[in-house]
């Protein structure tokens, strides 16, 4: 392939009305996903309420709350009030580019605050508004022409995802087991007593038609050919996504986003077409090579990023070790078998002995923060499922449960004693036999969330 030929490619004029159409559906759906977030308490049940945090970087960290004059002001609360204004914000052509940016800052900062909270539905929010800020956008009543780079990054990011998500869906687990849909439909089935769920034939279709939709269908949008096809698979494959998951598992919005893609594999001229503004003057914008480094920069690395578990040890939807922005979605399950998900045992050390002085595990924390801390120990549901699935924020959390404790017991104890946590867990795996997961000898408050070799057994 010619570079310079794909490049000269890129940089040839298109109508800009795809991205605009897109970035206003986008909007949209942005905008009930934040008045949701706000109607349902989630930043006070989720960001707020916990005792603890896992945040991606240390030094981000929530707001605290303060009083003016005699108000109590919440800036978490603040923020996502201004989330909500930011989506109406980008509704408006002439602004949206500010309003973007508010909108990707705050709800990019959301979802640092806690790893536990990530899900690739909101990674690709926050891709989405930062590549539409590099694009140049005006009103439906002007006829403008964009580098075609601008229209085609927007495009890549949705092909990539989808083809990444098939890609991932290549392994044993999916193929042979045909796990995690499997768990996915008994589950549905368990709330519905729909017996069609669970009929062999409705599995396997919904197993291998799932992953051939995700390897296909990036390149079927983008084939003239097929488009009609592509369209109304999009639109059946996320409607059937959003019936599975909107009482299985955190769906949102994510489904009709997807949809609203469509509009951006519609022939740009076509809408022109549609706006009527093949008769009026066009004015093209020309393309800058700064923007056009960066753009391409991001998609690459959007290309390589997914794909980084390969450097490190061991099974990456079991370790959780390079899970994270790598479109491995629906590709894990994992049953716990241990009371309470995981157990820990407490010890205290001092020089003269070693005492174990409690056992608490993820259900009980509550009334263990009653016994033996002075604060609430409240942990989300999301919070506890992260710590099975992503076993690389156990060290977090069992520091977290150590300083608390500590600042309890400095009160009743003289002198300088340690705190010492084992964690047990034991889990079946894809629906395969039950196996330890956790080496229960190993104080996890001396290790590191990045170095699980050491505390973390090997996939049987």
Same mark, same amino acid.
């Not at 061991?314 to 009371?339: E, L």
């Given at each position: 392939?010619?570079?310079?030929?794909?490049?000269?490619?890129?940089?040839? !004029?298109?109508?800009?009305?795809?991205?605009?159409?897109?970035?206003?559906?986008?909007?949209?759906?942005?905008?009930?996903?934040?008045?949701?977030?706000?109607?349902?308490?989630?930043?006070?049940?989720?960001?707020?309420?916990?005792?603890?945090?896992? !945040?991606?970087?240390?030094?981000?960290?929530?707001?605290?709350?303060?009083?003016?004059?005699?108000?109590?002001?919440?800036?978490?609360?603040?923020?996502?009030?201004?989330?909500?204004?930011?989506?109406?914000?980008?509704?408006?052509?002439?602004?949206?580019?500010?309003?973007?940016?508010?909108?990707?800052?705050?709800?990019?900062?959301?979802?640092?605050?806690?790893?536990?909270?990530? $899900?690739?539905?909101?990674?690709?929010?926050?891709?989405?508004?930062?590549?539409?800020?590099?694009?140049?956008?005006?009103?439906?009543?002007?006829?403008?022409?964009?580098?075609?780079?601008?229209?085609?990054?927007?495009?890549?990011?949705?092909?990539?995802?989808?083809?990444?998500?098939?890609?991932?869906?290549?392994?044993? =687990?999916?193929?042979?087991?045909?796990?995690?849909?499997?768990?996915?439909?008994?589950?549905?089935?368990?709330?519905?007593?729909?017996?069609?769920?669970?009929?062999?034939?409705?599995?396997?279709?919904?197993?291998?038609?799932?992953?051939?939709?995700?390897?296909?269908?990036?390149?079927?949008?983008?084939?003239?050919?097929?488009?009609?096809?592509?369209?109304?698979?999009?639109?059946?494959?996320?409607?059937?996504?959003?019936?599975?998951? $909107?009482?299985?598992?955190?769906?949102?919005?994510?489904?009709?986003?997807?949809?609203?893609?469509?509009?951006?594999?519609?022939?740009?001229?076509?809408?022109?077409?549609?706006?009527?503004?093949?008769?009026?003057?066009?004015?093209?914008?020309?393309?800058?090579?700064?923007?056009?480094?960066?753009?391409?920069?991001?998609?690459?690395?959007?290309?390589?990023?997914?794909?980084?578990?390969?450097?490190?040890?061991?099974?990456?939807?079991?370790?959780?070790?390079?899970?994270?922005?790598?479109?491995?979605?629906?590709?894990?399950?994992?049953?716990?078998?241990?009371?309470?998900?995981?157990?820990?045992?407490?010890?205290?050390?001092?020089?003269?002995?070693?005492?174990?002085?409690?056992?608490?595990?993820?259900?009980?924390?509550?009334?263990?923060?009653?016994? =033996?801390?002075?604060?609430?120990?409240?942990?989300?549901?999301?919070?506890?499922?992260?710590?099975? =699935?992503?076993?690389?924020?156990?060290?977090?959390?069992?520091?977290?449960?150590?300083?608390?404790?500590?600042?309890?017991?400095?009160?009743?104890?003289?002198?300088?004693?340690?705190?010492?946590?084992?964690?047990?867990?034991?889990?079946?795996?894809?629906?395969?036999?039950?196996?330890?997961?956790?080496?229960?000898?190993?104080?996890?408050?001396?290790?590191?969330?990045?170095?699980?070799?050491?505390?973390?057994?090997?996939?049987?």
């Amino acid at each position: 392939m010619n570079l310079l030929k794909l490049y000269s490619w890129l940089k040839q !004029p298109v109508p800009n009305n795809s991205i605009i159409i897109f970035r206003i559906v986008f909007s949209f759906c942005l905008l009930i996903q934040t008045y949701y977030f706000i109607s349902e308490k989630f930043i006070e049940k989720n960001i707020i309420q916990p005792f603890t945090l896992f !945040p991606f970087i240390k030094f981000i960290q929530p707001f605290s709350d303060f009083y003016f004059f005699n108000w109590l002001i919440s800036p978490m609360i603040v923020l996502s009030i201004i989330m909500l204004i930011a989506n109406i914000g980008m509704l408006i052509n002439k602004y949206s580019r500010y309003f973007t940016l508010l909108f990707l800052s705050c709800f990019t900062y959301f979802w640092l605050l806690d790893k536990g909270y990530f $899900n690739n539905h909101y990674y690709f929010i926050s891709i989405i508004c930062f590549l539409i800020l590099l694009t140049n956008q005006s009103s439906f009543s002007q006829n403008n022409y964009v580098p075609r780079i601008q229209l085609v990054s927007l495009q890549a990011m949705v092909v990539i995802i989808y083809f990444i998500a098939g890609v991932n869906k290549l392994n044993p =687990y999916w193929l042979i087991d045909m796990q995690p849909v499997t768990h996915i439909l008994e589950t549905k089935y368990s709330i519905t007593k729909n017996d069609f769920l669970i009929n062999d034939i409705v599995i396997k279709l919904m197993t291998y038609g799932g992953l051939i939709y995700d390897l296909c269908i990036g390149f079927l949008l983008l084939i003239r050919k097929t488009k009609l096809l592509a369209f109304i698979l999009v639109v059946v494959f996320n409607s059937v996504n959003f019936f599975l998951f $909107n009482d299985v598992g955190e769906i949102g919005v994510f489904p009709l986003i997807m949809i609203s893609t469509i509009t951006l594999f519609v022939n740009p001229t076509k809408w022109n077409k549609f706006l009527k503004l093949n008769k009026t003057k066009s004015e093209k914008i020309k393309h800058h090579p700064i923007k056009d480094f960066l753009i391409i920069s991001f998609i690459l690395i959007q290309c390589i990023l997914p794909f980084r578990h390969f450097l490190f040890n061991g099974y990456v939807d079991y370790n959780g070790i390079g899970q994270r922005f790598a479109w491995r979605m629906k590709t894990m399950y994992k049953k716990p078998y241990t009371a309470g998900v995981i157990g820990f045992d407490i010890f205290l050390k001092t020089h003269e002995y070693k005492e174990k002085i409690a056992h608490v595990n993820l259900y009980n924390l509550e009334d263990f923060a009653d016994k =033996y801390a002075t604060s609430s120990m409240y942990l989300t549901q999301k919070q506890k499922t992260a710590l099975l =699935y992503y076993p690389d924020m156990l060290p977090i959390f069992c520091n977290q449960l150590e300083k608390v404790l500590k600042d309890y017991l400095s009160n009743k104890i003289q002198g300088n004693f340690d705190i010492i946590i084992n964690a047990q867990c034991e889990i079946g795996f894809m629906g395969r036999e039950s196996q330890e997961i956790i080496n229960p000898n190993i104080d996890l408050t001396a290790e590191s969330s990045r170095d699980i070799k050491t505390w973390l057994y090997k996939l049987k």
